[in-house]
């Protein structure tokens, strides 16, 4: 693969191409002109906005961030809040309904305590341990992806994200319009004891796994979700040619297509960008662990509307960019919504020209296949859209239905109902 790079004084996107080649992800440190990531790009080495370090300094760097910011300690360091001459372990609070429901309300309300105490000591749950992980890996490349299509509807199968968020901490940082995040649920101690009393009540044992689910479900909290791996590995099956193909993802996001990439053996290689440097660290760290077929990877740390695929490189694009500014995934001022805050703005100079760099990168008979969806902030998010590809050169030749979540409390005697959101399926007009 071609490594071209073009930084500039301006934001424009560029055709220069320059020989060098490396690797962007060992190198970021003031080096605008050393990166590489086998796409076109042109950007300020201000807006890169980002300070040195190899990607696994990086990781670090942001683990202890994160710890920082959660009090998060080693578990067999805990001590509970009253009392540092007894320690609450994590086999303390680990327990099942079974047991609960031995209590007396005197214990119930000691226990529910003591819980608050271990968190609170211990911090944000955000680790997995390695053999969820591993059994959610297992279940993944066991499951047939092409079973998850049916026509237009791409059913949702949850296999892999856990895998994902254990790349990606940050994520349960993300604000989405006024709801609260699960950690700033977590951090409010009024809250954290109403999540516990609601673990309690409906769950069936405390535990890591638990609390998270609690925290994300509690009312007045929104978890951002993950594009399913499968979900992902099946689209990439449809798509592209029958012989496969290169796949470009303009907003990588936290790795679920990357991870479908990399199980779907349709996919000979997988080039992708994603402005956020939690982000792209993780989905480093991903590859890195995850890239069994040992397929060309290539993951860029730029916005969109700076980066060019090589031209006529690409099959297919599969990506869910950002709603606008419907969720806000970090405070780097290269977020799109953050760069263009206005619709109008945002539209023409993110959207756009992501548009055009994607037309470019794209083979003759290539796919751009966009999963958006309106939200409150702009409820004709989808419509705009559709006309902006047109006026970029793209034909709509189809619409996939994606399945999310379950909606609570519609599961009815017929089968569950889903949420579903569109993916525009287009190829280039002639
Ligand atoms: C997480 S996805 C949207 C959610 C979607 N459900 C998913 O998982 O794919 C949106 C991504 O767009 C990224 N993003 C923000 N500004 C961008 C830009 N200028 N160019 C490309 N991606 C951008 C965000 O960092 C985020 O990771």
Redesign the pocket.
Known sequence: MEFNNAIHGDNSVSDLYESDECDLGDELEGAAETQSIGITTAVTAAEMGRKGGSSRTLAKRLTAKTNGKLGGRPRKTLATASSNTNPVTYADININRGVWETFSPTQMCEYQEKVFAYYRSAGFPFKYTAAQVQDDYRKLINYDYRKTVSGDTIAQVMHGQTLCWSFHPHAWSVECGNMLTPVQAFRDDTLLRKVIAKRIAYGDNMSDAGLRKALKTYSGVQA????RALSAAAIYDLLLPAEGGHVYD?????G??LLGALICDKVRSYTA????IA?WVGNEQLKTEYNKRDIPVVLGN????NVRPDPDSKDLVL?????FNC?K??DEP????T?YPGRDEWMND?MRR?LENCHYGLKPTGILAI?IANVRSYSTLEDDFVGLAAACGFRLVRTLKLALSVMMGTRQAGGDKFKFEPIFVFQKAL
């Open positions: 951002v979700s993950n594009f303009p907003s990588a996001g936290w679920g297509r960008t994603d402005p956020s982000t730029l916005g969109s509307e990506t869910s960019p950002p709603y969720e995934y970090s290269t977020q799109s919504s760069k993110f992501t999963n």
